[in-house]
């Protein structure tokens, strides 16, 4: 890329930064020092608001960098990431946030030991969530990397690691200084960016084609190389049964994931009521349906207007396609339009990838604290303590995602986030759904079935094609491959469920009828709820 480029594009991320610090020092200097403001905000944003950074934690750089390059390099395989995501919030919607929201505190453990006992259950959800936290933040790591990378010009390798750590030190001074209220308003700020700005390079890919969609499409599948297969399924996945079966697997993990992702569940305690929830909700599925729409047409206006082999040949797994369709509609390499726009979607790439980790690092941070160190400690930890523990974690957690981060940089960030979601799914989802309708679910039961879905799902990554056995591989001179599927969520979700039923119907101590008689009437009626 051009010095105006990187001059204009390190300009406007300097701004996003400077003005997301000074929401950080702002919140910072009002702040009480308690759990329920450092974890939940006080619980006084409004349902728009909630809704709003519900999106802005959402719409991560798997959304708005890997899936473009996917649906750009793979036509119609690439949409199932679309589908998958969207979707997922109907579960959310009508399963969970009202639920989570009047039985929890902070974190998904809350939900799941109110009814248990508590140590063996915290213990078991704390380190599920920091797991699920920790692989969903290797993907936006890899996001900033390849973002810089492009901007860069692709030759500086040193330039690429330095930007993953600058990430991860901006996130830990945001969690660590700000907590929920400030990553909350990094969110809203950024939710609103990300749409203007695919909102605007929609409405130029629909100009560039005179608003015919079916041109657009055409000239995609001509373009691709694959002509009208490009637009069939089966491009990536459909090559063999091998393949099949991870399509079916990857599409399990997308649609039920979201309902166990941390950071998404300790959205639902920032609002005042259960009612304030469920209307963040609707909120953020209009907000979230609206982007992914837009997404169809940014990823095959890319295939179309750049090209598949411009977008592989400056990131393999396509994390560019965006800002390289930004420079080609802005008027090309060397004109000023296309040196505004690709700095300016740069920068929203950018704050996307800054509000997503802040958000995922405060509940990694919150399930450590909250749960790990409290439960560990046998005796109730003070609220004041606990948040000085939950901010030192964050540190602890930004490292380990630098670290990942540099090993899994030529990994496409949706497929990395589709891991994550295959853990969620395994580990967290059965849990939380069992202690939420399941009347004889027990202790033995939860930690069963967190480490039921938990343990299977890494195993069955580490030993998928990819970790090891193939050239995109993050090993590929290594060969330990037994597992032929990249996605573990078909064989590890159900796991998950059947180990929460038999540690349940093989346990000694009854299930306590009282307390999932309160949980129930907290859950449906908000009565006794914090």
Request: with cysteine; hydrophobic share 55%; glycine share 12%.
């Amino acid at each position: 890329m051009s010095g105006n480029h990187q001059t204009l594009a390190l300009l406007l991320f300097s701004v996003f930064i400077a003005v997301t610090l000074a929401i950080t020092t702002w919140v910072s200097r009002n702040r009480h020092g308690s759990a329920e403001e450092f974890y939940a905000g006080g619980r006084l944003f409004s349902p728009m608001e909630n809704g709003f950074a519900i999106s802005g934690d959402y719409m991560s750089a798997a959304s708005f960098l890997g899936v473009t390059g996917l649906i750009a390099l793979f036509g119609y395989d690439g949409l199932l990431y679309v589908v998958g995501f969207l979707v997922a919030w109907l579960v959310v919607l009508f399963l969970v946030a009202e639920l989570v929201r009047n039985c929890g505190r902070f974190t998904l453990a809350d939900v799941v030991a109110a009814r248990m006992d508590e140590r063996p259950v915290r213990i078991a959800a704390g380190t599920s969530s920091v797991t699920v936290s920790v692989l969903y933040l290797v993907a936006q790591m890899v996001g900033a990397g390849s973002l810089v990378a492009l901007l860069l010009g692709g030759t500086s390798e040193a330039a690429r690691n330095w930007t993953v750590i600058g990430v991860g030190a901006l996130m830990v001074i945001y969690v660590s200084m700000g907590g929920m209220r400030a990553t909350t308003w990094i969110q809203i700020v950024k939710a609103v960016l990300l749409m203007g700005g695919a909102i605007a390079l929609t409405v130029l890919v629909m100009v560039r084609f005179h608003g015919d969609f079916n041109q657009l499409l055409r000239s995609a599948a001509d373009r691709s190389g694959h002509g009208d297969a490009f637009l069939a399924p089966g491009l990536r996945y459909g090559g063999d049964w091998t393949a099949r079966f991870d399509f079916i697997s990857l599409g399990l993990a997308l649609v039920l994931g979201t309902a166990g992702l941390p950071h998404i569940l300790s959205r639902f305690y920032t609002v005042p009521t259960a009612r304030a929830a469920r209307r963040s909700v609707v909120w953020a599925i209009g907000l979230i349906g609206s982007f992914y729409l837009m997404t169809f047409v940014l990823g095959f206006g890319a295939a179309a207007i750049v090209g598949p082999e411009a977008v592989r040949g400056s990131n393999a797994a396509g994390n560019t396609a965006v800002p390289l369709l930004a420079l080609d509609l802005g008027g090309g390499a060397n004109s000023t339009g296309g040196t505004v726009l690709f700095a300016i979607v740069a920068a929203i790439a950018f704050a996307t990838i800054l509000a997503v980790v802040a958000g995922i690092t405060l509940a990694s941070s919150a399930s450590v604290a909250h749960d790990l160190y409290a439960s560990l400690r046998r005796k109730r930890a003070k609220p004041r303590s606990e948040v000085a523990v939950a901010r030192t974690a964050a540190v602890g957690i930004g490292v380990v995602a630098i670290a990942l981060g540099l090993l899994a940089r030529d990994l496409n960030v949706a497929f990395l986030v589709g891991l994550a979601f295959a853990v969620a799914a395994s580990a967290n989802l059965p849990v939380l759904l069992y202690s939420l309708f399941w009347r004889n679910f027990t202790t033995r039961g939860a930690v069963w079935a967190v480490y039921g879905g938990l343990v299977p799902a890494l195993l069955l990554v580490l030993l998928s094609p990819v970790v090891s056995g193939s050239p995109e591989s993050l090993f590929p001179d290594a060969d330990f491959q037994y597992f032929p599927l990249q996605n573990p969520g078909l064989v590890s979700i159900p796991l998950g469920f059947l180990a929460g039923w038999l540690g349940t119907v093989t346990s000694a101590d009854p299930p306590d009828e009282a307390k999932h008689a309160e949980t129930e009437v907290r859950s449906l009626t908000g009565a006794g709820a914090v």
